[in-house]
C-alpha cells in the first residue's frame, strides 16, 4: 500500500509511531525475560537496534535505500 501511494505523488510518510512502538515493544520483552535487570545499557542498545531495523526496511520499502 504504501509503495502504491508512493507512485502516485505521496511524498510524506509518517512512521514514527511505528518507531516508538518498536522501541518500546524490545524494552518490554528484555524486562519481561529479565525482571531483575536494571543496567538501561542493558535493554536500550538492543531497543535502538530494532528502530534501526525498521528505518531499514521502511527505507527499502519507499524505495529510499542507497540513494543517500
Same mark, same amino acid.
Given at each position: 500500500?504504501? $509503495? *502504491? !501511494?508512493?507512485?502516485? /505523488?505521496?511524498? *510524506? ?6 518507531? $516508538?512502538? !518498536? =522501541?518500546?515493544? *524490545?524494552?518490554?520483552?528484555?524486562? *519481561?525475560?529479565?525482571?531483575?535487570? =536494571?543496567?538501561?545499557?542493558? +535493554?536500550? /542498545?538492543?531497543? $535502538?537496534?530494532?528502530?534501526? /531495523?525498521?528505518?531499514?526496511? $521502511?527505507?527499502?520499502? +519507499? /524505495?529510499?535505500? !542507497?540513494?543517500?
Amino acid at each position: 500500500m504504501a $509503495r *502504491k !501511494g508512493i507512485r502516485a /505523488g505521496i511524498a *510524506k510518510i509518517n512512521t514514527d509511531t511505528d518507531l $516508538r512502538l !518498536g =522501541f518500546v515493544a *524490545k524494552i518490554r520483552q528484555i524486562l *519481561k525475560d529479565n525482571p531483575k535487570e =536494571f543496567d538501561p545499557r542493558k +535493554f536500550l /542498545g538492543p531497543a $535502538r537496534e530494532e528502530m534501526k /531495523g525498521i528505518v531499514k526496511a $521502511r527505507m527499502e520499502l +519507499f /524505495g529510499s535505500a !542507497g540513494k543517500a
